[in-house]
């Protein structure tokens, strides 16, 4: 444990690098910036995020001291909270990075940043289940508990940046790419090869937890491409096949009539491209639809395991898939949005600005 002077000196610095200001980036500047990588652009690239990371660190750090409810206060989130600090102090004892022996050694201490936070939505999540114990559950929550769901929309949207940021530099590192990949951005992505990859996910998941699942049909241009970061588009599409295979199988288990599939099909607009996910699991009743953007509402039982990479396994999850998906379209310019036909199904449209053009949602 750090002494007090020196914890107090910690916060006082998380506080000043706290109060910065941060600086966002497109993916259409991360593809042109990262389209030839050479030790110049990499050198450049790592003194931003020598000066960025901080900032953006420290402000999530200062958000998990001071959360409503007790929160701040709950084994799960106090590790979060360390890990964020841990790593605040890794990266401003780094010394300038000012030459490409620098330059590897700071990549290789994000690199580790990386996998330090590894489990972070996980133990958040358990922080979140300890807290709606003590509160006795969604019927006995307080006024302002929203607060808790704006703060975890920050701070997931957040650490979506952290991670791309980081991710997007250890990756520009590959001294063998494959075509038209620029770390971690596919500038010829196929949206069906994607779906079709994050169905067969999905089914395999339904498969074992129910013993089959409803067949995915996916419609579209196989040809078509666009650049795009290709695990946010298969974690989005995996999320929503994740609830419409649940909901279909569970619609039609005890049923003689054969399950209907869910389609996926894929627009090519000229500002969008869009993906609409639809099934016919039974919809979700009118009443019910605000509340599967928030993160309070899970339909899942057990906290998840902190030390088992678990993230997404079950078919309930712990009931982040929607608000994540939506936050992970939203970091590029996109949305999604969920529209749902009580006894009959639901639609989920997922839009990708194809432009590339706007800048991160930073807060």
């Not at 780094?94 to 030459?99: I, L, T, W, Y």
């Not at 590894?118 to 709606?132: D, E, F, M, S, Y």
């Not at 949207?157 to 038209?180: C, T, Y």
């Not at 196929?190 to 079709?196: F, G």
């Amino acid at each position: 444990m750090a002494s007090e002077p020196v914890a107090r000196a910690v916060a006082e610095e998380v506080a000043r690098w706290g109060a910065m200001r941060q600086t966002g980036v497109s993916l259409r500047y991360m593809m042109e910036f990262g389209a030839r990588p050479t030790e110049r652009t990499l050198l450049l690239a790592a003194q931003f995020l020598h000066k960025e990371l901080p900032i953006r660190i420290a402000r999530r750090a200062l958000d998990l001291e001071s959360l409503p409810f007790g929160l701040s206060t709950k084994p799960a989130i106090l590790k979060v909270r360390d890990w964020y600090v841990e790593s605040f102090r890794d990266i401003r004892s780094f010394p300038e990075v000012r030459n490409q022996e620098d330059e590897l050694a700071f990549t290789q201490m994000i690199k580790m940043i990386r996998v330090r936070h590894t489990n972070v939505v996980p133990a958040i999540a358990l922080g979140v289940q300890q807290l709606k114990k003590d509160l006795g559950g969604p019927k006995a929550f307080p006024p302002g508990i929203d607060e808790i769901h704006q703060f975890l929309d920050r701070f997931y949207m957040s650490r979506i940046g952290i991670r791309m940021l980081i991710g997007q530099h250890v990756a520009l590192h590959d001294p063998d790419p494959e075509p038209g990949v620029i770390g971690l951005i596919n500038t010829k992505m196929s949206p069906m090869t994607v779906a079709r990859i994050a169905s067969e996910d999905a089914r395999a998941i339904c498969m074992r937890e129910y013993g089959s699942a409803p067949d995915v049909d996916i419609y579209g241009d196989p040809d078509f491409t666009f650049p795009y970061v290709p695990p946010h588009l298969h974690l989005m599409i995996f999320e929503l096949l994740k609830n419409s295979l649940r909901a279909v199988q569970e619609r039609y288990m005890n049923s003689d009539k054969h399950a209907p599939p869910v389609r996926i099909i894929v627009a090519d607009g000229a500002e969008d491209v869009t993906i609409k996910i639809s099934d016919e699991g039974g919809g979700i009743p009118r009443s019910g639809l605000s509340r599967i953007f928030t993160y309070l509402y899970s339909t899942a039982e057990n906290p998840p395991d902190l030390d088992g990479h678990n993230e997404g396994v079950t078919m309930a999850g712990y009931g982040y898939g929607i608000p994540i998906s939506r936050l992970y379209a939203r970091y590029f310019g996109g949305d999604l949005q969920i529209i749902s036909m009580e006894g009959y199904g639901t639609d989920a449209y997922l839009h990708l600005s194809r432009l590339g053009d706007s800048e991160e949602p930073l807060s």
